[in-house]
């Protein structure tokens, strides 16, 4: 089976720029997280998200949006990018929305803000 | 609110010797702790984890961690470390009472491997 699958990879924008990342997860599986990794630091948790409906939020701005669809992927929005924003982010996903299940990662999409 | 403390930003240690990388946490309930690996431009990897019942956890790779509530500690070992064990771990926590996926990450420690 294939693994959690994140696109792009890479992706270089400008400050004020608006950037969509998207995520696909395990077959099977219903919840998929967000998480937003600066260098150097831990992983921070962005969006839960379980069968299409928002069940978490870190503490993050409005700029930061979600949503999922029915076959369970999902896109990450953030809008009016700031050099801040320059991150690894990371999708999980997990069988159900409980934290006692394994969360498996896919390999994140970098973003660099010019 | 939760948090992890992970002791140590580096931790170096030559091939054959223990790895033992700390981890102390807080929680005002009973809580889940995880350990992930992540090796340089990948996602994180599930070591091992505990949820309920025993206290030492045993995980992918040889690495097991102990729960010691006494203690508020995960501690992560692995009897003898291997060139292949180089790279970044994060102990992590999680509130059993939310029973959501939010996950509290540490800081993280990159191991160094000797040879």
């Known amino acids: 089976d294939a693994g959690v699958t994140q696109s792009p990879t890479h992706l270089i924008k400008t400050r004020g720029q608006q950037v969509t990342l998207r995520c696909s997860p395990i077959?099977?599986?219903?919840?998929v997280s967000w998480y937003q990794q600066v260098l150097g630091q831990g992983p921070q948790f962005i969006f839960q998200?379980?069968?299409?409906?928002?069940?978490g939020r870190g503490n993050f701005p409005d700029r930061f949006s979600a949503r999922q669809f029915p076959n369970y992927s999902s896109e990450l929005n953030v809008n009016a990018l700031l050099l801040g924003d320059s991150a690894l982010y990371l999708c999980?996903?997990?069988?159900?929305?409980?934290?006692?299940?394994?969360?498996?990662f896919g390999d994140g999409t970098r973003l660099s803000i010019l | 609110a939760q948090s992890v403390t992970q002791l140590g930003s580096h931790v170096s240690v030559s091939e054959g010797a223990l790895v033992l990388l700390r981890c102390n946490y807080s929680?005002?309930?009973?809580?889940?702790l995880f350990w992930y690996v992540q090796y340089p431009n990948q996602g994180l990897q599930l070591l091992l984890k505990?949820?309920?019942?025993?206290?030492l956890v045993k995980g992918i790779n040889g690495f097991e961690a102990e729960f010691k509530k006494s203690e508020t500690s995960f501690h992560l070992t692995k009897p003898s470390a291997h060139m292949s064990d180089a790279a970044e771990y994060f102990c992590?926590?999680?509130?059993?009472?939310?029973?959501?996926?939010?996950?509290?990450f540490g800081k993280g420690t990159r191991l160094h491997i000797l040879p």
């Open positions: 929680s005002s309930v009973p809580p889940y």
């Open positions: 505990y949820t309920t019942g025993a206290t």
């Open positions: 999980a996903s997990s069988r159900d929305r409980f934290s006692d299940q394994p969360q498996h």
């Open positions: 077959s099977g599986h219903k919840s």
């Open positions: 998200y379980y069968e299409k409906e928002e069940r």
């Open positions: 992590a926590v999680s509130d059993q009472a939310l029973r959501d996926d939010k996950i509290i």
